[in-house]
């Protein structure tokens, strides 16, 4: 777990430092040439570099071994951190809307050149590197916070590419178009927050993660399990947790029960790269209770 934390934390560090190269310059032009909709993708790319900081909190707690107050360790710190990016993805949506509506209200033509559209297109080539990079690191790693960073990130792809339409727009005499990119923007911006706030509302939540039915096929082939049934899973991705009851022969010798737990805890994680622990409640085969949810050979 500490291996990957350290993995997982060298990757934000790593996209924070080209999110703020990025960031600033979209503000900085954007302010020189009065470009609402490059400004606002600035700001966007500038709260990128915002949540790769929550994130490096986020991981860092989540690192930390079980305890007394957290026998089931702090990886929920991670999603919390996730959860954090959405809000702040959010919170940057509602400014650029506002921002848009002045726009409507006071109206100015920003100026566009060439380095506008140099900018535009060397971040958005960034941006669509940074996201590869992370979202493949993020499946590697099994991390949920480098996922939803990747998620973020990859937002800024579209809102380039509506701002450099916003660009061409204002150089054929539609200066209104900015304003109006700038509302798209926001759309996407709130898009993308409520995307990762849904993803990490299954972990908080504590929903289903895996089909019970999936798991007791799986089980169901190994030698010696007469059935399961009760089948319940939860957490995150990376650290799935499994609790299920287990029938075997009710003269089976304790000493080859507790082997057979064994191969079933093994032939799960083998199959679910997500899974961190699994639970197994014996019982034997003649006192199985009837019910939509249990399974027996025969």
């Not at 040439?33 to 490059?38: A, G, K, N």
Request: proline share 3%; with cysteine; glycine share 6%.
């Amino acid at each position: 777990m500490l291996q990957k934390s350290k993995k997982v934390q060298q990757v934000l560090i790593y996209v924070l430092f080209l999110n703020l190269a990025v960031a600033f310059a979209k503000i900085i032009y954007g302010n020189l040439t009065s470009t609402l909709s490059m400004i606002a993708d600035g700001y966007h790319s500038l709260f990128d570099g915002v949540s790769n900081i929550i994130g490096l909190a986020g991981s860092f707690i989540a690192s930390r071994p079980p305890d007394s107050d957290h026998p089931y360790g702090h990886q929920k710190y991670e999603t919390v951190a996730s959860i954090f990016i959405a809000l702040l993805l959010i919170f940057v949506g509602v400014e650029i809307f506002r921002d848009a509506l002045n726009r409507f209200l006071v109206q100015s033509t920003p100026k566009v050149t060439d380095v506008s559209y140099l900018v535009m297109l060397g971040t958005m080539c960034i941006n669509y590197l940074v996201t590869r990079y992370e979202h493949k690191q993020g499946v590697s790693l099994r991390s949920q916070v480098l996922i939803a960073d990747s998620m973020h990130t990859r937002s800024d792809i579209y809102v380039s590419l509506s701002v450099i339409v916003s660009l061409t727009a204002i150089n054929l005499g539609f200066p209104m178009m900015d304003p109006l990119v700038a509302l798209v923007i926001a759309f996407l911006i709130f898009k993308a927050g409520y995307g990762i706030v849904k993803e990490s509302s299954r972990s908080l939540l504590d929903m289903s993660r895996i089909e019970e039915k999936e798991i007791c096929d799986l089980v169901m082939g190994i030698e010696g399990v007469k059935g399961c049934h009760k089948i319940r899973t939860r957490g995150s991705i990376g650290d799935i947790k499994v609790d299920m009851h287990l029938l075997v022969r009710s003269d089976m010798p304790l000493e080859d029960a507790h082997i057979i737990t064994h191969m079933v805890s093994k032939k799960l994680k083998g199959e679910y790269k997500d899974i961190s622990d699994v639970v197994i409640h014996l019982e034997p085969s003649s006192q199985q209770p009837q019910g939509s949810n249990s399974k027996k050979t025969s």
